[in-house]
């Protein structure tokens, strides 16, 4: 959604049935498959020339932008390129589906006994991200083509913390769609589907069960890990961000976060450290520090993996302070980079420290996404170690900042 250059392809459809396509999708062969199920072609039959282009991190418009080109190319029978303009790539581009969830716990003698979690979301496949049938083109969809769906997302939803809880119950689920096969406001991928929105229900109200048993937010984390790779994470992230300096001053304040992405245990851990200053009277927050402790296995190349950690935490960091769709009656007003801010050069943290831990002793494991997750939870937390307030509603912009310190201030007694 939103990359940095909108969708452009060109299409030459030719009479004698055969079609080339140019463009920068992120899956080619799927594609293909998709460009020959909309023009009744045989995948032979369809070339996909695969032409550098803006990163996607889920799915963007590249591939709509292809049908769109190969369904006119086909009606002039000449070659088209077809460029989205930026509104129409944030209006009309595949978004990530909306979250709400519902967390309830029980404490005995300061660990957690109970944890309920609830995650609905709207499918996050209502849409594949494969672009591999005629139904999940935009133009596909106005042509009459039905979308195929997934639902992926509930499965994705039932994704268990990694705490020890003697009674952990975590269940997702999934709203049906309004308007199945006729809506152009159409679900699909975002860069770790699930993980970011989950880890911020999931580490957001684990911290407010630390501050209940009146526990330092790390040690109580610490409370409830046993593996010993995802203590050692904890603890790097702790010793990194200087975890045990006091800090003073008003409107300032350090938040912490954890997440594991995989099931086995040399899935990846990490473990995240916010310092942010809230200015009380407007709302708004400047992270001024980042602190990350990875842990992948085995690693390969150090230098790559380290830049692919400080690049998740850079566009983690920005959906969690920014990025939001919105709409009216009619239509999505999110159209450029004025109305769907982005983080920006003057935004990013005075500083960021990122902690690897190698382990040549076990398998590599995937470092695209999995530092994604913690960084909405650990801003949010820093938010309420800074102010007493605590946000509970994703991106962390001023109006819902605002809202949670009229909140916790109608809450003091007195």
């Known amino acids: 959604h939103a990359t940095m250059g909108p969708g452009c392809a060109v299409a030459d459809v030719r009479p004698g ?43 963007g418009g590249f591939d709509d932008a292809a049908a769109d080109a190969a369904l006119l190319s086909r009606a002039l029978g000449k070659p088209v390129r077809v460029q989205w303009m930026r509104h129409d790539m944030t209006q009309w581009g595949p978004k990530a589906p909306a979250i709400v969830a519902r967390a309830r716990g029980a404490l005995r003698d300061g660990t957690v006994a109970a944890l309920d ?19 999940n083109f935009l133009a596909g969809q106005i042509t009459g083509r039905p979308n195929i769906p997934r639902t992926e997302y509930a499965a994705y939803g039932k994704n268990s913390p990694a ?12 709203v049906a769609p309004l308007a199945p096969a006729i809506s152009p406001l159409r679900t699909t991928h975002m860069r770790d589907p699930e993980g970011p929105g989950t880890t911020f229900v999931v580490e957001s109200f684990v911290d407010e069960l630390a501050h209940a048993a009146g526990a330092d937010p790390l040690a109580f984390r610490l409370r409830h890990l046993t593996d010993p790779r995802h203590l050692a994470v904890l ?50 927050v400047r992270v001024v520090r980042l602190t990350c402790a990875h842990d992948c296995g085995l690693i390969v190349n150090p230098r790559s993996l380290r830049g692919t950690v400080e690049a998740n935490l850079m566009q983690s960091l920005s959906r ?40 040549p002793d076990a398998p ?41 310190l009229a909140q916790a201030s109608a809450a003091r007694p007195g």
């Open 117 to 135: 979690l609830t995650l609905r979301a709207f499918n996050g496949g209502e849409i594949s991200s494969h672009p591999d049938n005629a139904g």
């Open 320 to 359: 969690a302070l920014f990025e939001e769709v919105r709409f009216d009656a009619g239509t999505v007003t999110s159209r450029d980079w004025e109305t769907y801010p982005v983080l920006r050069a003057p935004d990013v943290p005075d500083r960021v420290d990122v902690v690897l831990l190698d382990h």
């Open 163 to 174: 705490y020890a809880i003697p009674a952990l119950r975590a269940v997702a689920e999934l």
């Open 17 to 59: 049935g055969r079609a080339t396509i140019w463009c920068g999708a992120q899956k080619p062969h799927a594609l293909r498959a998709g460009i020959a199920d909309l023009l009744g072609l045989a995948p032979a039959r369809v070339r996909v020339i695969f032409v550098e282009d803006a990163g996607s991190y889920g799915r």
């Open 235 to 284: 603890h790097a992230v702790a010793k990194a961000s200087d975890w045990d300096r006091p800090i003073d001053a008003a409107g300032r304040g350090r938040g912490v976060a954890f997440a594991t992405r995989g099931e086995s245990r040399g899935a990846t851990v990490v473990a995240t450290v916010a310092e942010v200053v809230v200015d009380t009277a407007t709302g708004a």
């Open 364 to 404: 590599p494991q995937g470092a695209g996404e999995p530092a994604s997750r913690p960084t909405a939870a650990a801003v949010a937390n820093a938010i309420f170690a800074a102010t007493g307030a605590r946000v509970r509603t994703a991106p962390l912009h001023p109006r819902h900042v605002l809202a949670a």
